[in-house]
């Protein structure tokens, strides 16, 4: 059994995001610049941007913060987007998930410029992705595509179960997995929670991608012998032994299922990682596509 290791990819990845914006320093142009907006005051959303911030920092970008209170109309947050949109300083920004429940998150996805849109979640780019054009593919899945890249997964010809069907995972993982690419050409099948025969079915995969937050819902009697395993699920489990007072668990039973595997990815080090690298290459890819820089 080996490690799919999302941390040390990551770190080569913000390495080589680094090198580049030294470079476009040097050249005497500015740095890119990401903005988040987080309404309310939700803990994980909190952790999360302030990782992005942390990340931005670490490879030379400009972040900004711009926070709402959780009572902020759809109205307030659709004039943000406005603003943001139009701003030039700004190459790539997200709004932060989960939204309050009076804000329709299809409208605000919908507000966001697709140039700007480094989440990728708004229809353009999802439009996009699917007809296999250039776009800014959502972060977790690409990473779960970097992450088998870099560690030079075959997938070509194999099944692969894709557990969850969310739009911002499991759906459009489904649809990297299945193109004609390299990691890709699998055969995929997307099962959720009205699946019948869900463990026999998971059991025939050869690649087996668990999206569905819950904790160690994933057995060993689901697992293929030599399967390939990347467990994207990171739900908050209390625990009064962590400063933080939570430990972050994943949907695969680690301790059971890994000794089946031919690879596996941990939780936390895994995809978790990956998921931040890949909003720092959509926010440098943002940057070149307006400032018209080509790949270095
Ligand atoms: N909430 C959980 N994951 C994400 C993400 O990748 N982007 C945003 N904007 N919100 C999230």
């Known amino acids: 059994m080996q490690i799919l290791d999302g941390k040390s990819c990551a770190g080569q990845i ?93 409208q605000i996805t919908l507000a966001i410029d697709p140039a700007k849109d480094v989440d990728g979640f708004g229809p353009s780019n999802v439009g996009l992705m699917c007809l296999g054009k250039p776009a800014f593919l959502p972060a977790t899945p690409n990473g779960v595509m970097e992450l088998l890249a870099r560690h030079d997964i075959e997938t070509e010809g194999r099944h692969c179960v894709v557990l969850g069907r969310s739009n911002i995972v499991g759906t459009p993982m489904s649809i990297l997995l299945s193109r004609n690419s390299r990691p890709g050409n699998c055969t995929v099948t997307i099962a959720h929670s009205r699946t019948r025969g869900l463990a026999k079915l998971c059991a025939s995969a050869d690649v087996l991608i668990t999206a569905i937050g819950k904790p160690h819902f994933v057995t060993a009697d689901m697992v293929k012998e030599g399967a390939v395993v990347v467990d994207v699920g990171t739900t908050r489990l209390a625990d009064s032994s962590r400063p933080s007072g939570f430990r972050l668990v994943g949907d695969v039973d680690f301790a059971q299922v890994a000794p089946k595997c031919s690879w596996i990815s941990p939780v936390p080090g895994g995809v978790g990682p990956m998921t931040r690298a890949s909003l720092l290459q959509n926010t440098l890819k943002a940057y070149r596509n307006r400032t018209r820089q080509d790949d270095v």
């Open 14 to 106: 913000r390495a080589e995001i680094a090198a580049q914006v030294r470079q476009l320093l040097a050249e005497g142009l500015r740095a890119p610049h990401l903005v988040a907006v987080l309404v309310g005051d939700d803990g994980a959303s909190e952790t999360y941007v302030a990782n992005k911030v942390r990340d931005c920092d670490e490879v030379g970008f400009n972040s900004t913060v711009t926070r709402l209170g959780a009572d902020a109309s759809e109205a307030k947050l659709l004039a943000l987007i406005a603003e943001l949109n139009a701003d030039d300083a700004v190459d790539g920004f997200i709004v932060q998930l989960p939204l309050p429940g009076h804000v329709d998150e299809h």
